[in-house]
T-cell receptor, first 109, second 115 residues
Framework: GQSLEQPSEVTAVEGAIVQINCTYQ??????LSWYQQHDGGAPTFLSY????GLEETGRFSSFLSRSDSYGYLLLQELQMKDSASYFC??????????FGAGTRLFVKA | SAVISQKPSRDICQRGTSLTIQCQVD?????MFWYRQQPGQSLTLIAT?????????ESGFVIDKFPISRPNLTFSTLTVSNMSPEDSSIYLC????????????FGPGTRLTVT
């Protein structure tokens, strides 16, 4: 089967750093993406890793290790507006994307 | 990136009826996807709709229940047919301007309630 595992919830304080992990088991792999979704909103694209290593976009960074079938999203200098659900997603053959169950991030003052 | 609109934003429908959801994109894109999402849950891919070819449905979704049209590179429709309360969900369309579908942009969604 195909599966993505990520924590269901993470809580952190404003200004802190938080890491959301994602492990995957899929048939076919082109890359790992991350999406943010606020309550009542649509998912928005954050980052993509097709190769091993770290990608940085402002306060957000994403990492991939293809050999370990593992990636993470790192959020720095947390702000209250970062409270949302974060989904990891694997793009497989045929351009199909499989989403993880999502991690709900709570940022406290 | 791409800007996507969906109609309707929400609807309440009677069981046994059908609803057609429209998805409009502000630029031409080859790959378009339709997802279903229960509130607080993950996104489940219904089908991939590429212009010029038949939609490709995922396991558990069939064309008779979810017919899709893709008449051009900026527009698609998803119909939810013969609805039951189990079809109550949020339906989202997305597009992938890139080559592999790894960077997707989503419409605002259609919240469907079937009574």
């Amino acid at each position: 089967g195909q599966s993505l595992e990520q924590p269901s919830e993470v809580t952190a304080v404003e200004g802190a750093i938080v890491q959301i992990n994602c492990t995957y088991q899929t048939s076919g792999f082109y890359g790992l993406s991350w999406y943010q979704q606020h309550d009542g909103g649509a998912p928005t694209f954050l980052s993509y890793n097709g190769l091993d290593g770290l990608e940085e976009t402002g306060r957000f960074s994403s990492f991939l290790s293809r050999s370990d079938s593992y990636g993470y999203l790192l959020l720095q200098e947390l702000q209250m507006k970062d409270s949302a659900s974060y989904f990891c997603a694997v793009t497989t053959g045929g351009f199909k994307t499989i989403f993880g169950a999502g991690t709900r991030l709570f940022v406290k003052a | 990136s791409a800007v996507i609109s969906q109609k309707p934003s929400r609807d309440i429908c009677q069981r046994g009826t059908s609803l057609t959801i429209q998805c409009q994109v502000d630029s031409q894109v080859t790959m378009m996807f339709w997802y279903r999402q229960q509130p607080g849950q993950s996104l489940t891919l219904i089908a991939t709709a590429n212009q010029g070819s038949e939609a490709t449905y995922e396991s558990g979704f069939v064309i008779d229940k979810f017919p899709i049209s893709r008449p051009n590179l900026t527009f698609s429709t998803l119909t939810v047919s013969n609805m039951s309360p189990e079809d109550s969900s949020i339906y989202l369309c997305s597009v992938a301007p890139g080559s592999r579908g790894n960077e997707q942009y989503f419409g605002p969604g259609t919240r469907l309630t079937v009574t």
